[in-house]
C-alpha cells in the first residue's frame, strides 16, 4: 500500500547543530508540505513542493530549508536548531493542486536542548 | 488572508451524548474547500471529509455528520452517540484554490474527551 513516512520518529539535538528530518512518499505525489505543530497554532506551514526542483516559503520559514530532487522525497533541514524549533513535524502529500486532500505522515518529535 | 477559528478548545461529554465542534472560516475566494481532520492520542492526523464551496450539503458517515453553510461561513462537525474513541484533537482546515496557493490553513483544534 501506498504510504508517507517520517524519519526518525523522535530527535533531540542541541543548539546551534544542523538538523535534517526524511519525508518519504509512495503515493506518487507532486505536492509535498512540511508542517509544525505547536500547543495554540494548530499546524503552521513551513515550505512545501509542487514537483520536482520547485520549493516554496510557507508562513514559518525562517531557519528551515528544503529540496526537491525527486518526486518521492522532501527533506526539511534546520540549519541552525534553536530551542523555538522544538516542536512536531508533519510532512504531507497530495496528489492534485487546487484544494485536493492532503495526507499526513506519522509526525517527528523534536526538541532542541 | 485565509483564516479559521475553533473557539472551543477543549469539550468533555458523557459516553453516548451528542457533541459538536464548531469551525468558522473567512476567506476571499469563491471557490475553497474545507476539511476535518482526526488527532487521536497516537499522534497522527487521520482526514475525515473533504467539501468544496459550491457543495452546501450536508454530509452523513456513520455517526458523523458535517452541516456546511456559506451564509454564515461555518463548517460543523456533529458526533452522534459519541464513543470513548472518539476522543481526540479534531482539526478544521481551509484551502483556497488559487494556483500558487496550495495549503491548508488549520483552526487551533478542538480537544474533545468522551467520559466513560
Known amino acids: 500500500d501506498a504510504e508517507i513516512t517520517q524519519s526518525p520518529r523522535h530527535k533531540i539535538t542541541e543548539t546551534g547543530r544542523q538538523v535534517t528530518l526524511a519525508c518519504h512518499q509512495t503515493?506518487?505525489?507532486?505536492?509535498m508540505f512540511w508542517y509544525r505543530q505547536d500547543l495554540g497554532h494548530g499546524l503552521r506551514l513551513i515550505h512545501y513542493?509542487?514537483?520536482?526542483?520547485?520549493?516554496n516559503k510557507g508562513e514559518v520559514s525562517d531557519g528551515y530549508s528544503v529540496s526537491r530532487s525527486n518526486t518521492e522525497d522532501l527533506p526539511l533541514t534546520l540549519e541552525s536548531a534553536a530551542s523555538s524549533q522544538t516542536s512536531v513535524y508533519f510532512c504531507?502529500?497530495?496528489?492534485?493542486?487546487?484544494?485536493?486532500?492532503?495526507?499526513f505522515g506519522p509526525g517527528t518529535r523534536l526538541t532542541v536542548l | 488572508a485565509q483564516k479559521v477559528t475553533q473557539a472551543q478548545t477543549e469539550i468533555s461529554v458523557v459516553e453516548k451524548e451528542d457533541v459538536t465542534l464548531d469551525c468558522v472560516y473567512e476567506?476571499?475566494?469563491?471557490?475553497?474547500?474545507l476539511f476535518w481532520y482526526k488527532q487521536p492520542p497516537s499522534g497522527e492526523l487521520v482526514f475525515l471529509i473533504r467539501?468544496?464551496?459550491?457543495?452546501?450539503q450536508n454530509e452523513i458517515s456513520g455517526r458523523y455528520s458535517w452541516n456546511f453553510q456559506k451564509s454564515t461561513s461555518s463548517f460543523n462537525f456533529t458526533i452522534t452517540a459519541s464513543q470513548v474513541v472518539d476522543s481526540a484533537v479534531y482539526f478544521c482546515?481551509?484551502?483556497?484554490?488559487?494556483?500558487?496557493?496550495?495549503?491548508?490553513?488549520f483552526g487551533t483544534g478542538t480537544r474533545l474527551t468522551i467520559i466513560p
Open positions: 467539501r468544496n464551496s459550491f457543495d452546501e
Open positions: 482546515a481551509l484551502s483556497e484554490v488559487n494556483f500558487g496557493n496550495e495549503k491548508l490553513t
Open positions: 476567506t476571499r475566494d469563491t471557490t475553497y474547500y
Open positions: 513542493s509542487y514537483g520536482v526542483q520547485d520549493t
Open positions: 503515493w506518487n505525489h507532486n505536492n
Open positions: 504531507a502529500s497530495s496528489e492534485n493542486p487546487q484544494g485536493d486532500t492532503q495526507y
